[in-house]
């Protein structure tokens, strides 16, 4: 009996400590539009590298981003890593990058979504929903 109590209270704690999934917005750089899930995948794809220490193809993505830009990032703390997210809707696997970039932590969280359309120089600006 108390041995059926403890493990239905050992399933309750796991399941309360569950992460709850958030949506991911979509985002608009220049004139491409992402959807949340397209931003989505490449974090993942983003994460994969970052926790395997590889990159992606013989690029160096993804790679450090350091923010010169000065960011807010919804508050989310770096540091942060960047890596290309594409107008094709695939995902990025070396090559040429492309303008935009989706924006992880070292920890995974999604920070926000750049683009060097639009921006001066090798800068970025935010694209929708980034500041």
């Known amino acids: 009996m108390h041995l059926a109590l403890l493990a239905g209270l050992l399933v309750a704690a796991t399941a309360r ?9 979509g985002t ?6 992402y959807s949340g899930s397209a931003v989505q995948a490449a974090a993942d794809a983003a994460c994969d590298y970052v926790l395997d220490g590889g990159e ?5 993505y993804p ?7 000065g960011f807010y990032f919804g508050g989310v703390p770096g540091p942060y890593q960047e890596f290309p997210i594409l107008a094709s809707g695939a995902i990025y696997s070396g090559g ?6 989706v924006i992880i932590t070292d920890d995974c969280e999604i920070a926000g979504v750049i683009t060097h359309t639009g921006a001066s120089g090798n800068s970025f600006v935010g694209c929708s929903g980034t500041s």
């Open 56 to 60: 992606a193809g013989s690029s160096s």
């Open 17 to 25: 400590a569950a992460p709850v999934a958030t949506a991911v917005a």
């Open 63 to 69: 790679h450090r981003y350091n923010d010169y830009e």
């Open 28 to 33: 608009t750089c220049g004139t491409v539009v």
């Open 96 to 101: 040429r990058p492309g303008p935009d970039r």
